[in-house]
């Protein structure tokens, strides 16, 4: 604008309404917009600054890091007859049950075989949260067919592909397939859309021409699907034996754990380089616990060593697993990992995963609240402050309780004065395999003098 009298005479107004001035801020408007969506793109084109879902997940495919979908819940069923039977009752794979809640039903899966011995009255198999979809399709003959399924919630790992009754594998990538390996890849989007893709002939097999493509998969509630213990009911598969129904009544002992929604771009962010960094192969104990934390339905895991237990032998590594959203892990949760990791270390390491054990912190507190404050109100942002304090995904394996974080949290709530802790008194130490977590409550809120 100080320009402007040095090029024309005839533009004497310079007020904010005058339209040769809102052209002005218009073009510097746009320029503002530009500038912002250059740098904005400039940012996605690295893993730490990526800010859209699918950028990331296009980075992530350059270091063969795939970031998970939806992960179903894992947990124990119990089948129980009324009465013992004179011959081996068989419970099939993909035995349906249910769990009828409030707000919606939970069902879960039967992830192998299960077999009731003759004169015995109940048996126990790990099960997964989810539906079980199946979608046919047909084959074109040409190479890497694409085939777009229906489903949005397609739980991790749990894509099957049948054709002419042969079943597919799938693999992160044709590199090591060859012309005739029946490999499949899926490739899920940042809208939630999967993506199933055949080899070319030279790398994977191209399924014939017309040939019936079967494809069937896990659709799952995530995080929603870790439900507490004897909430399963329902038996929604009839189980027979010599073409006779068989009554059978189910229900899980012990809570569904393991479950969560999609990955987030922060924790791939920082998932992708420590995967990278061990090359997919277990040696340190920092290679352990990426490759433990990187599979789906493991929150935390802590590897002890000889400086945390004397018990420990050289070549022995004991693992503590904490599955997403808390609680023990699954019995099937630690069978798959344990599987996981045994494809990954030296042949001469043993190891042993372990449930963590949960640190209960007792909170007693003497809480002081301003006046003309409501002491039940005061006293339930207190107990929220505390939840939020003792959340599960902030506190971590080992990590001690500091009393002055402690008392922090509670005097930063609003209408709080002062407060006077009677326990703790001061830091609680948390132990290697421990995590800590919220205790039993304490709390007299008065009005402060």
Same mark, same amino acid.
């Given at each position: 604008m100080?320009?402007?009298p040095q090029l024309?005479d005839?533009?004497t107004?310079?007020?904010a309404?005058?339209l040769?001035v809102v052209?002005?801020e218009?073009?510097?408007?746009?320029?503002?917009?530009l500038?912002?969506y250059?740098d904005?793109q400039?940012?996605e084109?690295f893993?730490?600054?990526a800010?859209?879902?699918?950028?990331?997940?296009n980075l992530?495919?350059?270091?063969?890091y795939?970031l998970?979908s939806?992960?179903?819940?894992?947990?124990?069923l119990r089948?129980?007859l009324?009465a013992?039977?004179d011959?081996?009752?068989?419970i099939?794979e993909?035995?349906?049950?249910?769990a009828?809640l409030?707000?919606?039903?939970v069902?879960?899966?039967t992830a192998k075989?299960a077999?009731?011995?003759?004169?015995?009255m109940?048996?126990?198999?790990?099960?997964?949260?989810g539906?079980?979809?199946?979608?046919?399709?047909s084959?074109?003959?040409?190479?890497g067919?694409k085939?777009?399924?229906s489903?949005?919630a397609l739980?991790?790992?749990?894509?099957r592909?049948r054709?002419q009754d042969?079943?597919w594998t799938?693999?992160?990538?044709?590199?090591?397939?060859?012309?005739?390996s029946l490999?499949f890849?899926?490739?899920t989007?940042?809208?939630d859309m999967?993506?199933i893709?055949?080899g070319?002939?030279?790398?994977?097999?191209?399924p014939?021409?017309?040939?019936e493509?079967?494809?069937a998969y896990?659709?799952?509630l995530?995080a929603s699907?870790?439900?507490?213990a004897n909430?399963v009911s329902?038996l929604?598969?009839?189980?027979?034996?010599d073409?006779q129904?068989?009554?059978?009544?189910?229900?899980n002992p012990?809570p569904?754990t393991g479950?969560?929604?999609r990955?987030?771009?922060e924790?791939?962010?920082?998932?992708?380089p420590?995967?990278?960094?061990?090359?997919? #192969?277990a040696? @340190?104990k *920092?290679?352990?616990q990426a490759?433990?934390?990187?599979? &789906?339905? !493991?929150a935390? $895991?802590? +590897?002890?060593?000889?400086?945390?237990c004397?018990?420990i032998?050289?070549?022995?590594?004991n693992?503590a697993?904490?599955?997403d959203?808390?609680?023990?892990?699954s019995?099937?949760?630690?069978?798959?990992l344990a599987q996981?990791?045994?494809s990954? #270390?030296?042949? @001469?390491? *043993?190891?042993n995963l372990?449930e963590?054990a949960?640190q &209960?912190? !007792?909170i007693? $507190?003497e +809480?002081f609240a301003?006046a003309?404050?409501?002491?039940?109100l005061?006293?339930?942002?207190?107990?929220?402050?505390l939840?939020?304090?003792f959340a599960?995904?902030?506190?971590d394996f080992g990590?001690?309780?500091?009393f002055?974080d402690?008392?922090?949290?509670?005097?930063g709530v609003?209408?709080?004065s002062h407060?006077n802790?009677?326990?703790p008194?001061?830091?609680?130490?948390?132990r290697a395999?421990e995590?800590?977590?919220?205790g039993?409550m304490n709390l007299?809120?008065?009005r402060?003098v």
């Open positions: 100080a320009r402007v024309t005839r533009w107004d310079f007020n309404s005058d040769g052209l002005l218009l073009f510097c408007g746009i320029g503002d917009m500038a912002y250059l904005a400039a940012a084109a893993l730490p600054t800010r859209q879902r699918q950028n990331v997940i992530c495919k350059l270091i063969s795939r998970d939806p992960v179903a819940s894992t947990t124990n089948f129980s009324a013992p039977l011959a081996d009752l068989v099939p993909g035995t349906a049950c249910r009828r409030e707000d919606e039903d069902e879960f899966e075989d077999i009731i011995p003759t004169g015995h109940t048996v126990e198999v790990g099960a997964r949260q539906i079980r979809k199946t979608e046919t399709f084959g074109t003959g040409e190479p067919q085939i777009d399924l489903g949005t739980a991790q790992g749990s894509i592909i054709i042969q079943e799938e693999v992160l990538h044709f590199q090591e397939s060859e012309a005739e490999h890849q899926s490739d989007d940042a809208l999967t993506r893709v055949f070319d002939g030279v790398r994977g097999f191209v014939i021409a017309g040939v493509i079967e494809v896990l659709e799952t995530g699907g870790n439900i507490g909430l329902e929604l598969t009839p189980i027979y034996l073409s129904q068989v009554a059978l009544t189910v229900d012990e569904a479950g969560t929604d990955e987030s771009l924790h791939a962010s920082k998932q992708a420590a995967e990278v960094r061990s090359l997919w #192969k040696v @340190t *920092e290679d352990y490759l433990a934390e990187g599979y &789906p339905g !493991v935390k $895991a802590q +590897i002890l060593d000889v400086n945390d004397g018990n032998r050289y070549y022995q590594v693992m697993v904490a599955p959203g808390g609680g023990p892990p019995t099937l949760l630690k069978e798959d996981y990791l045994e990954r #270390k030296f042949i @001469t390491v *043993e190891i372990f963590p949960y &209960p912190v !007792v007693d $507190a +809480i301003y003309g404050e409501d002491l039940d005061v006293r339930s942002r207190v107990e929220q402050a939840e939020d304090f599960f995904d902030r506190m990590v001690p309780v500091h002055s402690l008392v922090s949290a509670i005097d609003r209408g709080v407060v802790m009677f326990t008194q001061q830091d609680v130490d948390i395999g995590i800590a977590i919220l039993a007299d809120v008065r402060a």
